[in-house]
């Protein structure tokens, strides 16, 4: 069973950087695929970005250019850098993986852009 284990939320004013990180562990097998979704109060969880273990990236329009997603495939680690927060950037994170038929999902950690 694979679990994956995000950390690096917080609370930061707009303009402002956090980075993101999760890894993952219990399997012997290369996770394929991983990434982040976040979902905010009221509202649906949301794509941010995924990376292929082959390192092809793909983001929400909403992030492009802003967050930086990277992995780390040996150690089925991946990281969401985060620039130029906004307040619309608040929101539960969440880590994602999948290998074949299988998703798996981290805890979740807050993020909060705010004054």
């Known amino acids: 069973q694979v679990q994956l284990v995000e950390s690096g939320g917080g609370l930061v004013q707009p303009g402002g950087s956090l980075r993101l990180s999760c890894a993952g562990s219990?399997?012997?097998?290369?996770?394929?695929?991983m990434g982040w979704y976040r979902q905010a109060p009221g509202k649906k969880r949301e794509l941010v970005a995924t990376?292929?273990?082959?390192?092809?990236?793909n983001y929400a329009d909403s992030v492009e250019g802003r967050f930086t997603i990277s992995n780390v495939n040996a150690k089925n680690e991946v990281y969401l850098q985060m620039n130029s927060l906004k307040p619309e950037d608040t929101a539960v994170y969440y880590c994602?993986?999948?290998?074949?038929?299988?998703?798996?999902w981290g805890q979740g950690t807050q993020v909060t852009v705010s004054q």
């Open positions: 219990g399997s012997r097998f290369r996770i394929y695929v």
């Open positions: 990376i292929t273990s082959g390192g092809s990236a």
């Open positions: 994602y993986g999948n290998r074949g038929t299988d998703d798996y």
